[in-house]
């Protein structure tokens, strides 16, 4: 072996050994970094031992389902995705107060520090909403991940960023997981390289986080998500002949039942959103079905609403309208004391999400799971 074999050989174990000494020294900062980018009053219910389980949904959606045991803290792994060469998506709508709604109340609806990633832009001079925003919707969705802006006003009050205003910082703010996924390493990147073009169009300098921490967050974020993603559903079974399309659809509208463009059948709540779906379990071509299934999205129905009891109501008077009873999955016949039963659980999971800072039906748990 010649001398310069051996040299190279040498400077390649140097190369080797200095690359792992900076791994490792980039993860001690950022186990440094955790207080600093994510400091926080409240208590970090996501990171609890016990994973927020309230013994409903098991971390698994059934469509309809009464299964209430399981495993909520398992950790459900969120697939890699990234922008294609297609047009970016629109941006979900986040659902919140009327325009009676003081201001930071809006503002911390759409950057919220329990499930958004804070991405501070210092602005070198004020501007105005009018500049700001053509360039801010550039950069709406990550991923599947919807991004917000909220602005320090004038005033001193942080707010929606709108036309007419004037800003004197912004903060950015990407939300860790959803139902389906938790931000990853992909979207992440992407948002970063993204977010410093946004900020060399208006003339800001972003505050990056680091993405060890980000990627663990959001991690956490995703498995309660998962573990509190539940559905109950009630079935109503015919006594008789089954029921034609064209008898049933005037009967659920009189029941209160609203059509809506995907051709789902929802109970309204009264305020733009409804309390439970219901569904024919049939395709549009056939004329009969002779099974029903009322369907409650738990964490998306505030408890005062009471939603599990309205939809234990209708299947009732359904029953009655339509001969019908009501079963569970198994076509077993579901008893009141059954319902009630479940309906106490249903408290239960209601009370875990209130201790976790996720009330369901907020606009915080409308984020996550709707």
């Known amino acids: 072996m010649t001398d310069l074999q051996m040299s190279l050989i040498a400077a390649s174990g140097v190369f080797v050994a200095g690359v792992f000494v900076y791994n490792k020294w980039q993860e001690y900062k950022a186990k440094k970094s955790v207080e600093r ?15 927020g389980d309230a013994g409903i949904g098991g971390g698994v959606r059934h469509e309809p389902s009464f299964s209430l045991d399981g495993d909520s803290g398992a950790d459900h792994a969120a697939p890699a995705g990234a922008y294609g060469d297609g047009p970016e998506p629109e941006a979900p709508v986040v659902r919140t107060a009327d325009a009676s709604t003081p201001p930071e109340e809006l503002a911390t609806a759409l950057v919220d520090p329990l499930i958004d990633c804070l991405l501070p832009l210092a602005l070198e001079a004020p501007a105005r909403g009018d500049k700001l925003l053509p360039v801010l919707q550039k950069l709406r969705l990550v991923g599947s991940k919807p991004v917000h802006y909220i602005g320090l006003a004038v005033s001193g009050d942080w707010e929606p960023v709108k036309h007419g205003g004037v800003y004197t910082k912004l903060q950015g703010g990407v939300q860790l ?27 800001a300098e972003p505050e990056i986080p680091d993405m060890m921490e980000v990627m663990q967050e959001a991690k956490n974020l995703h498995r309660f998500v998962a573990g509190h993603d539940a559905q109950l559903g009630v ?15 005037a009967a659920l509208e ?23 779906s219901l ?28 939603g599990f009891g309205a939809m234990i109501a209708c299947a009732k008077s359904l029953a ?11 076509s077993q016949p579901l008893a009141d004391e ?20 996720i009330p369901a039906g907020s606009t915080r748990a409308l984020r996550l799971f709707c």
């Open 235 to 249: 079935n109503l079974q015919t006594n008789g002949a089954p029921w034609a399309i064209n008898t049933l659809i």
């Open 338 to 357: 059954a319902l009630a039963e479940i309906a106490g659980q249903v408290q239960e999971f209601y009370a875990d999400m209130d201790r976790n800072d």
């Open 320 to 330: 009655g309208r339509l001969d019908a009873s009501i079963v569970d999955d198994f």
């Open 254 to 276: 009189k029941q209160g039942f609203d059509v809506r463009p995907d051709g789902r059948y929802v109970m309204p709540d009264g305020e733009g959103g409804h309390l439970f």
């Open 37 to 51: 980018v994510f400091a926080s009053e409240h208590e970090d219910v996501l990171m609890r031992a016990d994973g």
């Open 177 to 203: 997981a959803s139902r389906t996924t938790a931000l990853n390493e992909l979207e992440y990147s992407e948002l970063v390289t993204r977010l410093r073009a946004v900020c060399d169009e208006i003339g």
């Open 279 to 306: 569904s024919t379990n049939v395709t549009l071509a056939e004329e009969t079905t002779s099974r029903l299934t009322l369907l409650l999205d738990v964490p998306c129905v505030a408890p005062v609403r009471d």
